[in-house]
């Protein structure tokens, strides 16, 4: 069996269902940039059994703990990813934070369910300036996402002005004992599933959000599910318009019951000069000014050559971790490319969006950001 020596990176996982499965795929896949998962923890018998099967395949000899707790106590690994359910996320996070090792942190995206969760795991992390932690908000590495951001930094459609960004796609997934079926659990749709596009509409606007408006309900799925005697209550589609600072607009046209669709993202950005968009999965881009009309609108093929292991996210979650590990390796010298200020502001966003769908009003960011505010009308 290969062990790790002493100048490999070694990774904990903590959560090994579906998503901390896929990281130890896209790990093995990195396995020559001197990575190797030497522990993961996981209360969850199947989701620990399914992991190790993996691990062995990959000849990986990992150690299996219950819980995080004992994880960190091990002193195993350098690194932990944590792929958890959402409302643990905070705990877990301060437990790593506050622990005498070291560990550099990939957390899963959201960062937490609340703006008041974040805020404390932000403040925790700012007195451990020797970790380095990174929010899980890969969807800018997809390829075609990746080139619309380089296309807009580059100036060529002038000053964004409109953000639309089109999500249509299946309803949830089942999750180890149906936690992602209610809103306490997983902050809300528009924090669990909508932080990715908050955060990309922030980055194209290159501004600070300042009022959301939504209209959103739970029209077709989840409605025969009952779990404990509770029915789920989060929302299956939605609108959301997010102002920012400096004028530019977003929107989010959400559908999670429109499997009959071509792609499953569709962004466009508008400037004063000119259009991109960007499509997913077909990873496509197109982008024109407005000199030049539709006869010069360019189509092209946005692909990236690192990615050796595509997933369920299109290569992004492989280049995510390409991005963290040359992070660590620079000890210091630069931080990691989504901070928790990103995480956090992409949640407030979430969250603004939640409550403006439930008080059928414009909500401020100002107003979340001061959770002594949300119990107003």
């Known amino acids: 069996m290969a062990a790790a020596n002493d100048s490999t990176m070694k990774y904990g996982i903590i959560g090994v269902g579906m998503m901390g499965r896929e990281h130890l795929i896209n790990l093995h896949h990195l396995r020559n940039e001197g990575v190797a ?53 905070h705990q877990i996070l301060l437990d790593i934070i506050n622990h005498p090792k070291s560990h550099h942190v990939l957390v899963e995206k959201p960062l937490c369910t609340t703006v008041a969760d974040c805020r404390e795991v932000v403040a925790a992390a700012r007195k451990r300036p020797d970790m380095l932690v990174q929010v899980g908000l890969e969807y800018r590495y997809m390829p075609p996402i990746a080139k619309l951001i380089e296309i807009v930094k580059s100036g060529i459609l002038g000053q964004v002005k409109m953000v639309a960004i089109r999500e249509h796609r299946f309803p949830f997934l089942v999750k180890v004992n149906n936690w992602n079926r209610f809103n306490a ?89 000119g259009k991109g968009e960007a499509f997913v999965p077909e990873s496509i881009v197109r982008f024109g000014t407005r000199m030049g009309g539709r006869d010069g609108v360019q189509t092209l093929k946005a692909e990236d050559d690192r990615i050796k292991y ?68």
């Open 185 to 273: 659990n997983s902050g809300g749709t528009l924090v669990e599933k909508c932080c990715h596009f908050f955060d990309l509409m922030r980055l194209f606007a290159g501004a600070n959000p300042v009022r959301v408006m939504a209209s959103g309900a739970i029209d077709v799925n989840h409605k025969d599910e009952i779990y404990d005697g509770k029915v789920p209550d989060i929302i299956d589609n939605a609108y959301t318009i997010v102002e920012f600072d400096n004028g530019t607009r977003g929107m989010l046209d959400l559908c999670m019951f429109a499997e009959g669709t071509k792609n499953e993202q569709e962004i466009s950005v508008v400037g004063d000069i």
């Open 37 to 89: 998962v030497v522990c993961i923890a996981d209360p969850h018998l199947p989701s620990q059994q399914l992991a190790l099967q993996l691990a062995q395949s990959f000849d990986w000899p990992i150690k299996v703990f219950t819980g995080h707790k004992e994880l960190l106590d091990s002193g195993l690994c350098d690194v932990v990813i944590v792929s958890t359910p959402n409302m643990t996320h």
């Open 310 to 377: 595509d997933g369920l996210h299109h290569g992004s979650s492989y280049l995510e971790h390409l991005n963290f590990l040359s992070a660590i390796q620079a000890k210091g010298g630069q931080g990691p490319a989504v901070d928790l200020h990103d995480g956090l502001i992409s949640v407030a966003i979430g969250v603004a969006a939640q409550l403006s769908i439930e008080k059928g009003r414009f909500v401020t960011l100002e107003e979340v950001m001061d959770e002594h505010n949300l119990g107003a009308s």
